[in-house]
């Protein structure tokens, strides 16, 4: 495998580009596809309890922007699935028969059940009793949460590949148990934050459209039940997300700590750790963690970053300078130093090497290369690893893009509160303006998930730079751009088309 260290970095770069572009553009769709699916949900439980007219125009209409939304999200999220297999071929050969089952499932089951009941939806109003189409409506949402929870699955394992196993006779990585890696902690925390981060975002939407209506005093009986129920669904959705984010916090810092020290920026670690609220970070400069214990101009809450990351105020959190040079944890368990996982996975990559060179000839060294292989596999990806800053992601994206989305989302919970107590003209500007906020609090999430996942594509596993295909960078760079303008054009033509079914408004018996 040595020959996968003669790599066209300038391939890498662009391939990463390309699969970020893809998924920034993907993830505009994503959520509020899941969100506009609770609140027309709501929307048609009320015209079937109430038999009331109203709610079944309330209902379609909502509904017709999730299906505008819908469309467009497909589009973008198979060319995802593409790009596995075209820029990423290291990666899919290795580890295909662990990542493509989820996705498999997500293909066949979620995806099947979404098309199946989005036509009853959309189509059934006059053919099918009540009961059937709200039962279709709520299982077109439930097949879209569904796919997103095989897809995120697909993600988690990335970042905490369980459930597998290497064989060095197939040189792929196998799947040992498909509960094990269906229902990771990480794959559960990151369905649950991510899901309910769709919702504030379906709820600031349908908060913002209808504040829309009220500055337009169009459709008002229809604007002000819509941003009722958008605001208390919105509310509840950010209750619940704040639990899930410190369960995730405290599922990082297990799982990956390098991200969550790059998250706070927090170079030199210990007990008693505040959680930072901002600090003077260059957004262009990694800063110099080897040589500073802390950010400038740091405001932080005592204590709060310690019992984020292990549920105790005066809980070890190790920094940056901690990872790279090697700590012992609470339990008194030692963690490599990364000189030490360096040696070891390059002792992987040898052990590997010779037990393929050997097995052809019956070599009785063979199960003492197996084991070898066995013991230093967990730090395979390090052997690929030549200098300490490799392994430290990018700092200021994780540090502002993780305040960018705390920030957002406590904005959320003053918006939904002030909606619901006693909303005013400016407030309902507020909302308009929160529609754009809450897409980039949204993408912000997904930096920091990702950011801080660098260099691996698999976490200690497989470096980004070992798992690309071997392609020119102009190939990968062409078909960047034309991404990038095919992307753009499907975004414009979405918000023209949602912006002019807005204005119509829904077909209410009240203008």
């Known amino acids: 495998m040595t020959h996968l260290l003669n790599i066209d970095m300038a391939m890498v770069d662009w391939a990463r580009a390309q699969f970020a572009l893809t998924a920034i553009y993907h993830w505009l769709f994503?959520?509020?596809?899941?969100?506009?699916a609770v609140v027309m949900g709501i929307?048609?439980?009320?015209?079937?309890?109430t038999g009331k007219e109203f709610w079944k125009?309330?209902?379609?209409?909502?509904q017709r922007l999730f299906g505008i939304n819908f469309a467009m999200g497909i589009a973008t999220g198979i060319i995802l699935e593409f790009e596995f297999g075209t820029n990423w071929s290291n990666y899919s050969y290795l580890v295909g028969d662990i990542f493509g089952a989820p996705l498999a499932v997500e293909g066949i089951v979620a995806f099947f059940m979404e098309s199946t009941f989005v036509a009853v939806m959309f189509f059934g109003w006059k053919k099918v009793s009540k009961g059937f189409h709200l039962a279709s409506t709520w299982l077109t949402g439930l097949g879209a949460t569904i796919s997103a929870w095989w897809i995120l699955v697909a993600n988690s394992w990335m970042q905490h590949p369980v459930g597998q196993a290497f064989n060095p006779d197939t040189m792929r990585n196998e799947m040992t148990s498909f509960a094990e890696v269906a229902l990771s902690p990480v794959a559960v925390d990151k369905f649950v934050h991510t899901?309910?981060?769709?919702w504030v975002l379906g709820a600031v939407f349908v908060v913002g459209v209808s504040s829309w209506y009220l500055l337009k005093k169009r459709h008002q009986e229809f604007a002000c039940k819509s941003l009722r129920v958008g605001a208390i669904f919105g509310l509840i959705s950010s209750a619940l997300i704040m639990l899930?984010?410190?369960h995730s916090a405290y599922?990082?810092?297990?799982?990956?700590?390098m991200k969550l020290a790059a998250m706070e920026a927090l170079y030199k670690g210990g007990n008693d750790q505040a959680l930072t609220i901002i600090a003077g970070i260059n957004p262009f400069q990694q800063p110099d963690y080897e040589a500073e214990d802390e950010a400038p101009l740091k405001i932080a809450v005592p204590y709060a970053l310690s019992f984020l990351a292990t549920n105790d105020l005066h809980g070890y959190v190790p920094g940056v300078r901690d990872i790279l040079d090697g700590y012992t944890r609470p339990d008194g368990t030692r963690e490599l130093s990364l000189d030490e996982k360096i040696e070891r996975g390059r002792s992987a990559i040898s052990a590997l090497a010779e037990y393929r060179k050997q097995k052809g000839e019956g070599d009785s060294e063979l199960p003492a290369l197996q084991s070898s292989l066995k013991e230093n596999m967990p730090y395979f990806g390090y052997g690929y690893v030549t200098e300490r800053s490799q392994v430290v992601p990018y700092i200021p994206v994780c540090f502002y893009a993780f305040r960018v989305m705390v920030g957002g989302g406590c904005l959320f919970i003053l918006l939904f509160l002030i909606m619901l107590?006693?909303?005013?003209?400016?407030?309902?500007?507020l909302a308009i303006l929160c529609i754009p906020v809450a897409y980039i609090v949204s993408e912000a999430g997904w930096l920091v998930a990702e950011f801080g996942r660098q260099p691996w594509t698999i976490q200690d596993m497989l470096p980004t730079w070992v798992s690309v295909s071997q392609l020119g960078s102009s190939s990968v760079m062409i078909t960047f751009l034309l991404f990038l303008i095919l992307f753009t054009t499907l975004l414009a033509v979405e918000i023209n088309i949602m912006c002019k079914a807005i204005k119509k408004g829904p077909e209410t018996n009240n203008p």
């Open 251 to 257: 599922t990082v810092a297990q799982t990956q700590p």
């Open 57 to 62: 125009q309330t209902a379609q209409f909502w």
């Open 421 to 429: 107590w006693k909303p005013k003209t400016w407030s309902y500007w």
């Open 30 to 36: 994503v959520p509020l596809t899941l969100g506009l």
């Open 43 to 49: 929307m048609e439980t009320l015209y079937y309890r």
């Open 195 to 198: 899901v309910l981060s769709a």
């Open 244 to 246: 899930s984010g410190h």
